[in-house]
């Protein structure tokens, strides 16, 4: 399964890395990453570093790219037009009523990519 993981500053994100990282290697996925320049709380070297990190412990290979603000439609555009087979996303927070509340990219490719997509929460 060729997979698109998402990656922004958020702490959702590296959720969604270390448990995409362990799933290509169980089932053998062909991994992506789009690292998203977010303006949060690490840089797209941090998150860069992390990712590396998640890779060489588990002896994966992937390839990385680098997404601009409208990361959303990126994500979605790459994934449709190069033939991904799902798009991985951290986040989603629970407000006190119970409501899921989603960050704008996590919405915009929920609400508008023909790709499977999986939220990591």
């Given at each position: 399964m060729r997979i698109l993981l998402g990656l922004g500053a958020g702490d959702d994100s590296l959720q969604a890395l270390e448990r995409t990282a362990e799933r290509a290697?169980?089932?053998?996925?062909?991994?992506?990453?789009?690292?998203?320049?977010?303006?949060?709380?690490?840089s797209v070297d941090d998150i860069e570093a992390d990712v590396q990190q998640a890779l060489d412990e588990r002896g994966l290979t992937a390839e990385i790219r680098y997404l601009d603000a409208d990361a959303g439609s990126e994500l979605v555009d790459i994934a449709e037009?190069?033939?991904?087979?799902?798009?991985?996303?951290?986040?989603?927070?629970?407000?006190?009523?119970?409501?899921?509340?989603l960050g704008s990219t996590a919405e915009f490719v929920l609400l508008n990519s023909h790709v499977s997509v999986t939220l990591v929460r």
């Open positions: 290697v169980e089932a053998g996925d062909d991994l992506t990453v789009a690292i998203i320049d977010d303006d949060g709380e690490r037009s190069e033939g991904f087979d799902r798009i991985v996303i951290g986040g989603g927070t629970t407000s006190p009523m119970g409501k899921i509340q």
